[in-house]
């Protein structure tokens, strides 16, 4: 019932979090759409916002695949369409060109480290 009668205050609130705090809610929502796509997919596993930056920061925030310090995606070594995991260790970080390049093929730029 609280909810319903101070929406307007609720939502005000909540843009002002993701807008001061971008950087987490951007984590935060990278992390909720990879969860919810495995889940639709039924493959399983999770992986949380600080294991994501733990991979990152082991690979200097450098693409796998063309060596550039950009932006970094998610990609999954086995895709999830190919019953892959959304586990850590399924993941590996690439620049948006490079991950959309790979589309949906089974490539582990990290050099063999795939222990699923």
Known sequence: ???RTHREQIGAKNREWWRTHHEKASE????????RKA???????????????????KYDYR????GE????TVDHVIPISCGGASFIDNIQ??????NSRKKDKVIDYRGGELTQ
């Open 69 to 72: 310090r950009k932006p970094l």
């Open 1 to 3: 019932k609280y909810k």
């Open 39 to 57: 889940h639709i997919k039924g493959n399983g596993g999770s992986f949380t916002s600080a294991e994501w930056k733990m991979l990152c920061e």
């Open 63 to 66: 693409c796998l695949a063309c």
């Open 93 to 98: 970080p690439l620049c948006g060109a490079c």
């Open 28 to 35: 935060y929502a990278r992390v909720g759409r990879h969860k």
